[in-house]
């Protein structure tokens, strides 16, 4: 099975991640089937392991289905991406996609009663292939009007549009992962050193 890196710190951003490199020239896709959707969602932890078989199942019944709820994932990624690229580079972010995808998502929300306390549930649909992203949209929500919205970053590697909340103590995180597009950068640095030198 794909492992997915979940390096974001915030559901809705490990989402937007799930491609890599250059938004705008090379991007390689890592949700190229539903199963890889709803892969992703168990590594997210928005699916067990009974309701992602479930769903793998239902997709097997009906594959034109499960086709578009991938589309439109991958839709919705782009449009996150958008917000929140806007987001962590201090400008202001189209919201107009974003509030019909919050819409959609609500639709779907519930109040349940769970072992003594009320709280939000969207699970009640256990068969619709597309619950896994109504939480990621929330998620979305949640981010945008907490504080932390100030956190967002987009890596500062030179082929890579990840996105992360910058909890370091001094907001100084630059890259999506150190051991990756740090170190790449720091390569590449080190490589131009030499060039230059010799
Ligand atoms: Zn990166």
């Known amino acids: 099975m794909k492992i997915f890196d979940l390096i974001g710190g915030w559901l809705c951003l490990d989402f937007t991640n799930t491609a890599d490199g250059d938004i705008n ?38 594959p034109a289905e499960a086709e ?25 972010p189209d919201l107009t996609d974003f509030n019909r995808a919050i819409n959609e998502a609500a639709q779907h929300l519930q109040s ?17 292939l597309d619950q896994m992203l109504w939480p990621v949209i929330w998620s ?7 504080p932390q919205h ?6 500062g590697g030179n082929t890579c549009s990840w996105l992360f909340l910058d909890t370091s103590r001094n907001h100084s995180r630059r890259w999506c992962d ?3 597009c740090g170190n790449r950068a720091k390569a590449r640095a080190h490589y131009h050193r030499i060039k230059q030198t010799g």
Not at 34 to 62: F, H, M, S, T
Not at 150 to 155: A, G, H, N, P, Q
Request: hydrophobic share 50%.
């Open 178 to 180: 150190m051991k990756d």
């Open 140 to 146: 979305a929500v949640d981010l945008l009007h907490s």
């Open 68 to 92: 578009a709820v991938l589309a439109h994932a991958i839709q919705l990624r782009m449009m996150l991406y958008h917000v929140f690229s806007a987001v962590a580079a201090d400008e202001t």
């Open 112 to 128: 349940v009663l769970k072992a003594g306390d009320y709280s939000w549930d969207w699970s009640t649909e256990p068969e619709a």
């Open 150 to 155: 100030k956190l967002v970053r987009e890596c």
């Open 25 to 62: 020239t090379e991007w390689t896709e890592h949700l190229n089937s539903y199963a890889d959707l709803v892969g992703w969602a168990g590594q997210a932890g928005l699916l067990d392991e009974v309701r992602a078989a479930l769903l793998l199942k239902e997709a097997d019944a009906y």
